[in-house]
Each structure stands twice: as C-alpha cells, then as structure tokens.
C-alpha cells in the first residue's frame, strides 16, 4: 500500500466539516449564557481586536455577506454592544468600535468560549493544536485578513 499518497479531498472536507460543527455546537452552547451568536461573538472580538474596522473587512474576515453582517451589527447595536464610530467617519466609511458594555461581554465571554475549545481539542498535544491552527490557517481563503494572530 502507498502511503505518501495523499487522501481524497473529500476525506478532508468531511473531517473539516465534523470538526466545523463540533467546535460550532461547543462555542454556541458556551455563548448561550451571554445571548449570543457564534457570528456576534465573532463580530465583537474582532472589533475589539482590530478598532476602527469597517463593515467590509468584518464581513470578510466572518466570511459572511454584507447583508448578513447587517444584521449581526444591528442586533449588538440595539444590545448596546457596538456602535458606529461618527467621529471617526471616513467618507461613507463608519468604523466599527465596541461600547464599554460590549467589551465588558467580550472579557466575560472569552473563558467560556476557551474552555469549550480546549475540551474540543483536549485529545491534541499543545503542539498538536499549534500545527492544527497553523494548517488551518494556511488554508484559508483570507490569509492576510487584519487581526491574524497565530501565537
């Protein structure tokens, strides 16, 4: 049997869908205290991460369409979450900044939302989630999106 070949794509794709979601359920279930949604979840700790983002490059690093990132920013704002930021406005562009209570949500959130990765991943070696994030990184469609921290 040769074993340098490389498995079938689709063996890859339903692995990476499992694993997609598993780590889905686990965040979702962990967010249910704070009412939130894996994608608001997301929203904010890019906000927080990357002040004064735009819409665009939230909407990319999600992988969500405009129009579905209306509605995510809608929703934390009407919470009191995130805002717009009018004094920073460029042209059109209104940055994204989160409110005091949206990163108090965020800081509270955090643990539970580690906790439930680390359970995901708890059968790997530190270093084994290291070269599973690194891997999956290397796959993504934005490599470059703002905010990639991989240490």
Same mark, same amino acid.
């Given at each position: 049997?040769?074993?340098?070949r490389?498995? &079938?794509?689709?063996?890859? $794709?339903?692995?990476?869908?499992? =694993?997609?979601?598993?780590?889905?359920?686990a *965040?979702?279930?962990? !967010?249910?205290?704070?009412?939130?949604? $894996?994608?608001?979840?997301?929203? %904010? *700790?890019?906000?927080?991460?990357?002040?004064g983002?735009?819409?665009?490059?939230?909407?990319r =690093?999600?992988?969500?369409?405009?129009?579905?990132?209306? /509605?995510?920013?809608?929703? %934390?704002?009407? /919470?009191?979450?995130?805002?717009?930021?009018?004094?920073?406005?460029? $042209? /059109?562009?209104? &940055?994204?900044?989160?409110?005091?209570?949206?990163? /108090? *949500?965020?800081?509270?959130?955090? &643990?539970?939302?580690?906790?439930a990765?680390?359970?995901?991943?708890?059968?790997l070696?530190?270093e084994?989630? !290291?070269? !599973?994030?690194?891997?999956?990184?290397a796959?993504? &469609? =934005?490599p470059?999106?703002?905010?990639?921290?991989?240490?």
């Amino acid at each position: 049997m040769n074993t340098s070949r490389a498995l &079938p794509g689709h063996d890859f $794709g339903l692995a990476a869908s499992r =694993f997609h979601r598993a780590t889905r359920q686990a *965040v979702e279930a962990a !967010l249910e205290p704070f009412e939130l949604s $894996g994608a608001q979840y997301g929203a %904010l *700790v890019f906000v927080d991460r990357n002040p004064g983002t735009s819409n665009a490059d939230l909407a990319r =690093f999600l992988l969500i369409t405009p129009q579905a990132l209306g /509605r995510v920013t809608a929703q %934390l704002g009407v /919470r009191g979450l995130l805002v717009r930021d009018a004094d920073e406005a460029i $042209g /059109r562009r209104r &940055p994204l900044a989160l409110t005091p209570l949206g990163t /108090r *949500v965020v800081r509270e959130a955090e &643990p539970a939302v580690e906790r439930a990765q680390q359970q995901l991943l708890s059968p790997l070696t530190t270093e084994q989630q !290291l070269a !599973l994030l690194h891997a999956l990184d290397a796959c993504t &469609p =934005f490599p470059d999106s703002p905010g990639k921290d991989l240490t």
